[in-house]
């Protein structure tokens, strides 16, 4: 079952903060972040697994709510290169095919 | 090496025609997946293969047809499109398959315009 992002678009000034929202109605092994620019392919960010730890690098870090279903995707200071569409994607527990499956994206603009 | 290199880039066919995608890798890594991507949606899983056999397919129609000939090479057969099949095709791997705590090395995709 697809997960559910929120916002589905973002507009914002360069050095202004963002958080994406990924939310999932199954209980979730892991939790995966991808940035796709336009006309490119998605790029990898990081990967959350169950136990709700908190990652991060540079200034785009990421936390797992386990009981909630949920992940934030957070990007602090933000540079114009953030751009692109976000997307998390899930692997359910590890129960039945096992596959990842993507939000429907959030698009983020940061302008000068 | 860290690349997952797709050819061609760009592909024009008509619904009679017959054509591949082709998909390649040199990472070792032993899951190679298919994705559909549609312009502004998510990429859709639609083939998994793993240890150069398929573990899934995702009901795709039969006019696509995965091939894995050893484990570096990803290829999809494609024949009697139809225009809704116009997408941006993209190939992917990863150290293994599902569940896993790696990440989705994607390629530049394919993209597939069906007339």
């Known amino acids: 079952q697809q997960p559910v992002q929120s916002p589905q678009a973002v507009i914002l000034r360069e050095g202004e903060d963002a958080v994406i929202n990924c939310s999932s109605s199954k209980a979730l092994y892991s939790v995966h972040w991808y940035r796709q620019k336009h006309g490119e392919a998605p790029v990898f960010l990081m990967i959350?697994?169950?136990?709700?730890e908190q990652k991060g690098h540079d200034k785009i870090s990421a936390s797992f709510n386990e009981k909630k279903q949920q992940s934030s995707l957070y990007l602090t200071a933000s540079q114009l290169s953030y751009s692109g569409t976000y997307f998390c994607g899930t692997e359910p527990e590890l129960t039945g095919a096992q596959k990842l499956v993507f939000g429907q994206g959030t698009r983020l603009t940061i302008n000068p | 090496d860290t690349e997952v290199t797709q050819t061609p880039k760009h592909l024009v066919m008509g619904m009679t025609n017959k054509k591949s995608l082709k998909c390649e890798q040199h990472?070792?890594?032993?899951?190679m997946y298919w994705y559909k991507q549609k312009a502004k949606k998510p990429p859709e899983l639609m083939f998994v293969?793993?240890?150069?056999?398929?573990?899934i397919n995702e009901s795709v129609p039969s006019r696509f047809s995965p091939e894995c000939p050893n484990s570096s090479l990803l290829n999809l057969h494609l024949h009697a499109l139809q225009p809704e099949d116009s997408a941006l095709y993209l190939c992917?791997?990863?150290?293994?398959?599902?569940?896993?705590?790696?990440?989705?090395?994607f390629g530049e995709g394919s993209r597939l315009t069906v007339l």
């Open positions: 992917a791997s990863s150290q293994d398959q599902f569940p896993h705590t790696g990440e989705l090395f």
């Open positions: 959350l697994l169950k136990g709700g």
């Open positions: 990472m070792g890594h032993r899951a």
């Open positions: 293969y793993s240890y150069e056999k398929l573990s």
